[in-house]
């Protein structure tokens, strides 16, 4: 079975804090995407990559930064953990089409 | 206006119903995904579709590309079956437009 792992399913963080969500795709994808899921507003993209050290920014890229050093794995960055990013994360991989999601990330940031 | 919508946004059903979610997108698109969600889960696509009809068990998903219209659904409804459905369009090569969800909850 073709897996996206995520590293932590549920995570409490301090206001100010560096976080680091990991996603590791074990199926040679060249895409994969971080999301966040929020009531009301759905999934919306915050940054993807097309290849190794690649990246572009999505819909909500605004207090994210990522990694891609190596194909199999994508991290989302929180340089300075705040509550307003309390969410759900979601990673996904994808080749030219088809998509396949991690189990999320529950974070919460007080 | 979102690119995607979503009908019904909630559904109720008694266990051994036909379910029918409806999905209209008002852009040109590459594929369709139908994705489900259990409650405090991750995301399981279901179905991905360019064209014509897709049976996984007791799921169906429809499109129409000329209409730009899709519907899921479940023959013979189970409470296992009570999640969030999500359409979801791909508009490239890789940008998936989302639609809000239909929460599905089933009865025993």
């Known amino acids: 079975d073709v897996k996206v792992t995520q590293s932590s399913r549920y995570l409490v963080k301090r206001t100010g804090e560096k976080v680091f969500l990991e996603c590791v795709q074990d199926m040679d994808h060249e895409n994969m995407f971080w999301y966040r899921q929020d009531p009301g507003l759905g999934l919306r993209l915050i940054y993807f990559?097309?290849?190794?050290?690649?990246?572009e920014k999505g819909d909500i890229p605004e207090g994210y930064s990522v990694s891609r050093e190596k194909k199999e794995r994508f991290s989302l960055i929180l340089e300075s953990a705040s509550t307003n990013q309390t969410s759900m994360y979601l990673c996904?991989?994808?080749?030219?089409?088809?998509?396949?999601f991690g189990s999320g990330t529950r974070l919460t940031v007080v | 206006k979102n690119e995607v919508e979503q009908s019904p946004q909630n559904l109720t059903a008694q266990e051994g119903e036909f379910i029918t979610i409806n999905c209209s997108y008002s852009?040109?698109?590459?594929?369709l995904h139908w994705l489900q969600q259990h409650p405090g889960g991750g995301i399981v696509s279901l179905f991905m579709?360019?064209?014509g009809k897709k049976k996984h068990g007791r799921l169906i998903a429809t499109i129409n590309i000329q209409e730009k219209h899709s519907s899921l659904h479940i023959t013979a409804s189970h409470p296992r079956d009570s999640a969030v459905y999500i359409c979801a369009v791909l508009l490239n090569d890789y940008k998936l437009s989302f639609g809000a969800g239909t929460t599905v909850t089933v009865r025993a």
């Open positions: 579709l360019s064209s």
């Open positions: 996904a991989s994808s080749p030219r089409t088809g998509y396949t």
């Open positions: 852009v040109g698109i590459s594929a």
């Open positions: 990559s097309y290849d190794v050290k690649m990246k």
